[in-house]
C-alpha cells in the first residue's frame, strides 16, 4: 500500500502540475523507500497520513515534460513515517508502440497461473495475495500474475506491473528467513527491462551481510536468462 500511495501521489502532481497526458505511458526506473521501523496503520480504523511530493528535477522533450525525478515524505501527525524516492517517465503512444513492438497487444488474463505457495510463509493470508509460486530449488520461486489481485493488477496493462515485482520481492526476502519475522525496512529497487505475460519470470533471493541485527535479502528478477528487476531490501529480523 505505501508503494501505491506513492505511485498515485507522484501520477497526480505530474497530471496536474506537469500536464504529463493522460494518455501517456508511464515508465519507472528506481523506486526507493525506507520506513520507520514498527510503524503500522492500524487495522480497525482509519489513519490520517500527509504526503508531501518534491520534485527534484524535471525534464521536458519538446513541449512535454518526459521525466519527474522526485522525493516522496509521508508523515503522521507531522513526524516522518516513510520517505521515497523514485524517476517517473513518460512516453508517447506512438513511441511506446514502436518499443513494445509485438507486446502491446496482449490477450489479458489468458497466460497460465501457477499454484501459489502457502501465504503464511510469504508474510500474508490470503492465496489471492500470493505472487509466488514454488520453484525448483531453495530460494527460487515463479513469478504468479493473479489478476483477482486489485490492488496490484488494477487495470490491464501489457507487462508486469512494477508493483508487483516489488511485491515479489517482499513476499521472496519474507520467505527467505520464514519463520522468523521480517520487516523491510528500507528497500532499494530497479527496473531493467519490461518483465512479460507470456513466459515464466523466475524470482531468486540471496541473504547478503548486513548490520548486527538486520537482514538484508538481495531479490533479483530474471526472463529468458536476463535480468529484468533487482531489489535489496533491509531491516530488523526476529
Given amino acids: 500500500m505505501l508503494t501505491q500511495t506513492v505511485r498515485q501521489s507522484g501520477l497526480t502532481i505530474a497530471h496536474a502540475a506537469y500536464g504529463a497526458p493522460l494518455s501517456d505511458h508511464t515508465v519507472l526506473s528506481y523506486f ?8 503500522a496503520v492500524p487495522a480497525d480504523a482509519p489513519c490520517d497520513l500527509t504526503v508531501e511530493v518534491t520534485v527534484k528535477n524535471a525534464k521536458v522533450r519538446g ?3 518526459s521525466s519527474l525525478d522526485m522525493d516522496f515524505r509521508i508523515l503522521r501527525d507531522g ?18 508502440r514502436r518499443l513494445r513492438g509485438e507486446h502491446f497487444d496482449v490477450d489479458w488474463n489468458a497466460w497460465p497461473l501457477p499454484a501459489p505457495v502457502e501465504p503464511r510463509t510469504v508474510g500474508r493470508s490470503r492465496p489471492v495475495d500470493v505472487v509466488l509460486s514454488a520453484g525448483d530449488h531453495p530460494r527460487h520461486w515463479q513469478l504468479r500474475n493473479d489478476v483477482d489481485n486489485a490492488v496490484l493488477y488494477d487495470h490491464p496493462v501489457d507487462h508486469v506491473p512494477g508493483l508487483a515485482l516489488m511485491e515479489a520481492a517482499h513476499q521472496a526476502a519474507n520467505a527467505t528467513v520464514h519463520p522468523a519475522d521480517f520487516e523491510a525496512t528500507t528497500v532499494t529497487s530497479a527496473f531493467e527491462r519490461y518483465a512479460e505475460f507470456d ?8 541473504v547478503l551481510p548486513a548490520a548486527p541485527g538486520e537482514t ?11 535480468t529484468v528487476f533487482r531489489s535489496r531490501l533491509s531491516g530488523p529480523c526476529g
Fill in 32 to 39: 526507493d523507500f525506507t520506513v520507520a521501523p514498527g510503524f
Fill in 63 to 65: 513541449n512535454r515534460v
Fill in 79 to 96: 513526524s516522518m513515517v516513510a520517505r521515497a524516492d523514485s524517476e517517473f517517465g513518460w512516453l508517447s503512444t506512438r513511441v511506446y
Fill in 199 to 206: 513466459r515464466p519470470c523466475w524470482i531468486e533471493a540471496e
Fill in 216 to 226: 538484508s535479502v538481495l531479490v533479483t528478477a530474471t526472463q529468458d536468462g536476463e
